[in-house]
């Protein structure tokens, strides 16, 4: 009997899924509207309605991983728990502080990044360990019991404990957590040393807040979304996808939330990355395009790129310091908010604008006929001919195209004295010049060339924009595969069981003592073993990969650094050096100054096997190699090209084939997204049924 994996991946309007067969590799697809006031109730409909699809019964799925959004939306709507935080007497305020920083030195009106906790609500306690680990004052046990009591009688749900240097000795944050615990059995209790035990304490305390804020949310939602799923007859493994592009077990996640916040774009790069590698293409730029968010990010010889720090809830979505600092490690991608949904207007120096806001799901673009009432980029790209009005998800939903025109037209058109048609397009182009000008800006702050990427794009508009987004970047080749509308679940599907783990001792390259070195990259290793074997991983298929943060000694920034496995010993300190320098000449094009370097963390990624996700395409069509036999119908559509509307054939992404190639302009259509390709390029179907579009000069 075959056995089957599913991936969930939850969206701002849509939720996508696949099914795959792990035998033949032949899968299914289903995209469902997302529900927002329970998103469980989604994956439910949705995995019943892919099941019935793939003629499955829902006791062969042996694995089901899920992505989610949920995390991210509770912290930016301040949805948590009420949680209190204990930290060093004298440092209440530190996680207001911050690092003292403007982010926009001109702006008088400055606004500052709420902290998920209140002044009221964070408590100085009697405590001090010193730089090196060893305890000054030491823990007034009797104040953290009287508070606990207090914070349990005034309705406190959670607490965030992080003491000054508890990541060189936290004992004194394990004696409060035990104490906690004790007086208050119920509460829940995160200490910085165990989220993130690494320095710079603003930070560590920003992300010990976020995980014990969100953690009885996420758990509640977990364990209502596993009861869904076993009503449904599901009965095997339920993982979540991390922000890393790791996946872990339901017990791991609901212990560490906060590495949940970025789990679905992160799927997205993961399958742009399985696709890239499998055709030959290391490096790509991966653009998925649903109906809330755009996401862009770089995949550089095979790998995404990954940081180790980020924001969340900005208050100005390209600033960096306007949110609230998380420090965990993420694949490193830009979010935009340019979407399908994404609203247009008219602003009061009577510019057009798109985004950020959007209609999402409910009540959607005006076309949906849900009561949308303002005009979004689906609206335009209706009016465009990009989309069928009879053929939106298969046929399963239609769209209103008068009311979009009606909508175009009272909102943007009149009031900028243009016609319909024209309003349209500029509600399609200032997208696209969005998303193209942070894909740019994205690739270069990296050091890498957006001219020699090709774009691998997918979601349910992704394919819409992406001919005209690569265009603009000048990038050699657009790629869109089969099933683009969900290829982000495919990205569950190809991700390890992983964790990241971090421990922070600055030392100088000169002054390592290597048997602390190895005490201290082995320490992580074991505990990531331990974790994976309890996960099922068997002990023989973990891996381990070791990077170390370093940096010139005075720089206030360090980078990345991989560093071998083993034991380390003085032999490889020319090693360190050499790589540190390639790395940093490859970020900045330059060496830097004659000063000693450092190492600031130390970091272990411990995983189980990558699985081999090879998708099938069931040849179930009577279809000819010949093009002609591909083409279903044509409609006029929009290209700036030959000035106006042109007759467009519509090819059905269904009946092409390996080797079947065409010349633009075309609508290539399939029931979850549709492929828009201008004049002159040229088209074919590759082995992997991947579209490959070569861009014109």
């Known amino acids: 009997m075959s056995k089957y994996r599913v991936g969930a991946d939850i969206g701002g309007t849509f939720t996508d899924l696949i099914i795959v067969n792990n035998d033949t590799g032949e899968f299914s697809i289903g995209k469902v509207l997302t529900t927002p006031q329970d ?14 699809l793939a003629d499955v019964p829902a006791e062969q799925i042996q694995h089901l991983i899920h992505g989610t959004t949920l995390v991210t939306n509770a912290m930016i709507e301040r949805k948590g728990a009420p949680t209190a935080l204990l930290t060093t007497e004298g440092f209440r305020d530190s996680i207001e502080i911050g690092r003292e920083t403007r982010y926009d030195l001109y702006d008088l009106m400055l606004e500052q990044p709420r902290p998920l906790v209140p002044r009221y609500l964070r408590f100085d306690v009697p405590q001090r360990t010193r730089m090196d680990g060893t305890e000054l004052t030491p823990l007034d046990t009797g104040f953290v019991e009287q508070l606990t009591a207090e914070l349990v009688e005034n309705g406190i749900e959670a607490i965030a404990v992080c003491f000054l240097h508890s990541f060189t000795n936290p004992a004194a944050e394990q004696a409060a957590r035990d104490i906690i615990q004790r007086v208050a059995p119920g509460m829940r209790v995160s ?33 209502r979304l596993e009861e869904r799923l076993a009503d449904s007859g599901f009965a095997g493994n339920f993982y979540l996808m991390l922000s890393s592009g790791g ?19 992160a799927a997205g790069a993961l399958a742009a990355q399985a696709y890239g590698v499998a055709t030959g293409r290391d490096d790509v730029i991966s653009f998925d395009m649903g109906g809330t968010t755009a ?69 959607g673009p005006v076309c949906y006929g849900r009561g949308g009432t303002d005009p979004t980029v689906t609206d335009a790209n209706l009016i465009l001919g990009y989309l069928d009005p009879a053929y939106f998800l298969g046929g399963r939903m239609s769209l209103d195209l008068e009311a979009a025109r009606q909508i175009i037209k009272e909102k943007i058109a009149d009031p900028l004295g243009l016609t319909v048609e024209e309003a349209a397009w500029g509600i399609h182009q200032v997208a696209n010049e969005n998303m193209a000008n942070a894909a740019r800006v994205h690739a270069l702050e990296r050091g890498k060339d957006p001219r020699r990427y090709p774009m691998f794009a997918f979601g349910g508009a992704g394919p819409v924009h992406a001919y005209r987004i690569a265009h603009s970047l000048g990038a050699p080749e657009l790629l869109a595969p089969l099933g683009a509308g969900v290829m982000s679940t495919v990205g569950f599907l190809s991700a390890p069981l992983a964790f990241d783990f971090v421990r ?114 069931r040849d179930t069509n009577d279809g000819g190699t010949a093009v002609a036999d591909t083409i279903k119908a044509s409609r006029a ?37 549709t492929v828009i390709i201008g004049p002159a390029a040229q088209c074919h179907i590759d082995e992997h049924h991947n579209l490959v579009i070569k861009m014109p000069a």
């Open 247 to 265: 996946i872990a077990t339901v017990d791991t996640t609901v212990r560490y939330p906060v590495r949940l916040l970025e789990s679905g774009p």
């Open 295 to 363: 996401k862009i990010c770089v995949i550089d010889k095979g790998e995404p790129l990954i940081a180790h720090e980020f924001e969340v809830d900005r208050i100005y979505r390209f600033k960096k310091g306007s949110g609230l600092p998380i420090k965990i490690p993420v694949i490193e991608l830009i979010e935009i908010g340019t979407g399908g949904g994404s609203i247009a207007r008219v602003d009061a120096l009577g510019l057009l604008k798109v985004g950020p806001d959007s209609a999402s799901a409910d009540p």
């Open 637 to 673: 559509a929009y290209f700036p090209e030959t000035n106006g509307f042109t007759d467009t054939p519509i090819y059905d992404r269904y009946l092409m084939k390996p080797n079947i190639s065409f010349v633009g302009p075309a609508i290539v259509e399939e029931r979850e997204s």
């Open 191 to 223: 200490i910085s040393s165990d989220v993130i035990p690494e320095i710079r304490e603003f930070e560590r305390a920003s992300t010990t807040i976020a995980n014990v804020y969100v953690q009885e949310l996420v758990e509640r939602y977990l364990r």
């Open 504 to 617: 922070s001792w600055a030392v100088e390259l000169a002054d390592i003592n290597w048997d602390r070195a190895n005490q201290i990259l082995g320490g992580m290793e074991t505990e990531g073993e331990k974790l994976l074997i309890n996960s099922g991983v068997p002990s023989a298929d973990i891996t381990h990969r070791r990077e170390v943060d370093m940096r010139y000694v005075g720089q206030g920034h360090e980078i990345a650094v991989p560093i071998p496995n083993g034991t380390l010993t003085a032999d490889h300190l020319a090693q360190l050096q050499a790589k540190f320098e390639q790395v940093y000449v490859e970020l900045y094009e330059r060496s830097g100054p004659p000063v000693p370097i450092e190492i600031l963390n130390w970091r272990v990624v411990s995983a189980g096997p990558k699985p081999d996700v090879q998708l099938q395409v």
């Open 39 to 52: 998103p469980s109730i989604a994956v439910e409909e949705g995995l019943k309605a892919v099941l019935e």
